[in-house]
């Protein structure tokens, strides 16, 4: 089969993931949570959907794409700190910053290829299928119905849920970076954000199932679940469900690369399959290391809701400038 | 200008003269005067690769019985180019690297006093290994032959098989100093034009000193360099072969070479094999799955050792565990360079056995196995899980020949970062394997093809194969 057109919608399901999977819960109740879906979906779809219009609008100013490209660098040590913290608890003193950031990125190296990433998420996506089977069923034991929370439907508690579940994430922004965006319509971020708040309220019923009202104690209850879990002759399965997020995490940080190239104008390649190039691997591994190593003292969850917020910021202020320049754009020209 | 660049001359005894200056010191360059039709001529051949007696009894015995006589030797080479019954070629060599370009190619050249031309006379007969069954690619059915080092004769035995006026055989001369012939086939029907054509255009740039196999193309076929997976599969059976063609692949077959090259080639051509369309599904499928996890345990399976007795003991099941930690604290190595050191001997015996003589090759296999392995064993050097794991690993690797290569460096790679990171440098290097098979794209075609993305086609002819009806109603349904 010809690979025409890379479709990266997989890694951007894969990178969604990440966030839920290295995070400390999703913060809302599961019935909650899948009542308010819809609504919740269909807005963060609106809101990637006017980003995506409005970015065409604000791409030629050069401070707005640095600043993005700056929020994605800070994206990306996060991701790698959230991930080492996660690796230092469950196997103290093996780990080394350096080496969480080496291991993590040499991957990236032979994903600097399109095609390379949406091949390997698909991949990674085909394999958290089973992984996530072999999750439920070693904690199957534990899963009871009466563990689920009903909380009273109010406005406060929808209000609540609906924050949660309204987070946005850099990967819902990231499509419009994306050379052939134009061409794709609403499609890609309505399906995205579905399918992202799909997945973070399926893993919330599942978790709340299991933990019950315990769960938003638990510090990483996704992680929390797997360690506790056995499977036929096996007592702990962690193992695999790490194994998997630390490859989803170099496949993020492959996919921010090359979202960063393309603030930088890769459009200048001969094809834009080989955009990212291997020049530009070290000046991104240097940075991201060091950013990581400035904020090691920090909490990353602080740091992560922080970014969360920032980048909300930047999505509304993009929104806002576009519709601004378009105004001005359609006054000239009348 | 060089010599053999120039124009011929109508002199004979001045071409004689320049072809005794190339090829005179040799032993079998073979020259003889001779009058044909009242014309002086003169006949050279090299005796290798050219038959004397061939060219007394189909060229020389039947000009003799036409008894002709000629005006001039532009006339007499007019009439064998074009009247007579002589195997001659159809079209006159003027030019004098023509000339020696088919006495390389075992014909003989007869040069005519009074015309610069000289006739090219198909009396070739080369010295040749049979037709025989191939060493490697072990099939139990199907057909049993293998190629040869002959290109005619691996042409022929493609187009045997593949009787449709479809089948193209494009040969073409390599840039190298041997000036070495390979040919390329193809469907016309099946196979991309876009392809081909890129496949014809990137071998005719290639410039290499000596093409001694196809595989020597294969680097320059690869898109990514750093990428370790092979650009193109090889077979020595024309059966296989065929196969591809019908599958629109295109095949370079490159004289002096038993191998041919196949291109492109996708990840799950290596876990396929002839045998797999000639037993049942349901049997063929299962061997098929059987090849996909010997693979990783080839790759993956000594560094899942090394990584659950470093760093993650609670994926071994807790009996099994206190065996394993009981062996390994009766050696002074940590798992890691214990299981590198024990990977590597085993490579070495495997490396010693394939290029010692064979009446030494299978003393160096007992030593190395059975002396080796039984005494590291006993002086406590090694513990029996890793030298269990490890000779598991080797021979899960010989499921997939075709990816050995690949198989060892990987397993090296993955048993250094599990030994360094655990489960982190495990899933760096599962990847890092990943991502090099999802970068390949050869000739633009996705490599994990028609395995990812998960579709019909993956359970259709991909991890397991289909019933034949199935397979040709797809077959069908292509374009």
Partial sequence: ?334 | MPEKCKESSRSLAENAQFLRSLFGMSADYYEKELVIGGIRCRIVMFTGLSSPEKLTVMALSLLEQERRRFADGAALVRYLLTSSRIPAESEPLAKRAEWIERLANGLALLLVEGSPCAVALSTQEMPQRSVSEPDGEGNMHGPQEAFTEQLRANISLLRRQFRTAALVAEVHTAHTHARTEYCLCYDRERAAADTVEAVRRRLAGIRLPVLLDSTYFASFLKQDKLNLFPAAAYTVRPATACARLCEGKIVILVAGSPSAMIVPSFFSEHFECLDDYSSGAVFAGLIRLLKYLAFALAVFGPALYVMALSFAPEIVPADLLAGLARAEAETPLPPMLEMLSVSLLLEIVREAGLRAPKSISHTVSIVGALIIGETAVSAGIVSIPVLTMAAAATIATLAVPSLYEQSILFRFAAILLAGIWGVLGFACCVLLVTAMACGSDPFGYDYLYPLMPPGRAAWRDGFVRSIWSRLARADRRAP
Avoid at chain 1, 34 to 58: E, T
Avoid at chain 1, 119 to 124: D, E, F, G, P, Y
Avoid at chain 1, 280 to 294: A, E, I, N, Q
Wanted: charged content about 15%; aromatic content about 10%.
């Fill in chain 1, 1 to 334: 089969m010809k690979r025409e057109k890379p479709d990266l919608f997989a890694a951007l399901l894969i990178s969604l993931m990440t966030n839920l999977l290295l995070g400390d819960g999703a913060g809302y109740w599961a019935r909650l949570g899948l009542l308010s879906f819809p609504a919740c979906a269909a807005a963060l779809a609106g809101v990637a959907w006017l980003f995506a219009r409005s970015w065409r609008q604000v791409e030629p100013l050069r401070p707005v794409r640095w600043l993005w490209l700056a929020l994605l660098t800070g994206a990306a040590a996060l991701e790698l700190l959230r991930l080492w913290q996660l690796l230092c608890g469950v196997y103290p003193g093996s780990l080394t910053l350096l080496g969480v950031c080496l291991a993590a990125l040499l991957p990236v190296l032979y994903l600097r290829r399109v095609s390379a990433i949406a091949q390997t998420a698909n991949v990674l996506l085909t394999l958290s299928l089973p992984a996530g089977l072999i999750l439920i069923a070693s904690v199957a034991g534990g899963l009871r119905v009466s563990n689920l929370q009903t909380p009273a439907c109010t406005a406060a508690a929808w209000g609540q849920a609906a924050a949660a579940q309204m987070v946005v994430y850099p990967e819902l922004l990231m499509p419009a970076l994306w050379p052939d965006h134009d061409k794709r319509g609403p499609h890609t971020a309505a399906r995205l954000a579905g399918i992202g708040l799909a997945v973070s309220a399926g893993l919330q019923l599942v978790l709340e199932l299991y933990f019950g009202a315990a769960l938003p104690w638990q510090e990483n209850p996704v992680h929390t679940a797997a360690r506790a879990g056995t499977f036929l002759l096996f007592r702990r399965l962690e193992w695999l469900q790490l194994a998997l997020w630390c490859m989803m995490v170099s496949v993020k940080l492959a996919l921010y690369l090359y979202a960063g190239v393309r603030l930088l104008g890769g459009q200048g390649c001969k094809s834009e399959n080989n955009a990212v190039g291997i020049k530009r691997l070290p000046v991104y591994f240097l940075l991201v290391v060091s950013l990581c190593f400035c904020w090691r003292q920090t909490d990353p969850e602080r740091l992560f809701a922080a970014q969360n917020r920032l980048t909300a910021v930047f999505a509304a202020a993009v929104i806002a400038g576009g519709g601004f320049l378009w105004l001005c754009r359609s006054q000239k020209n009348c």
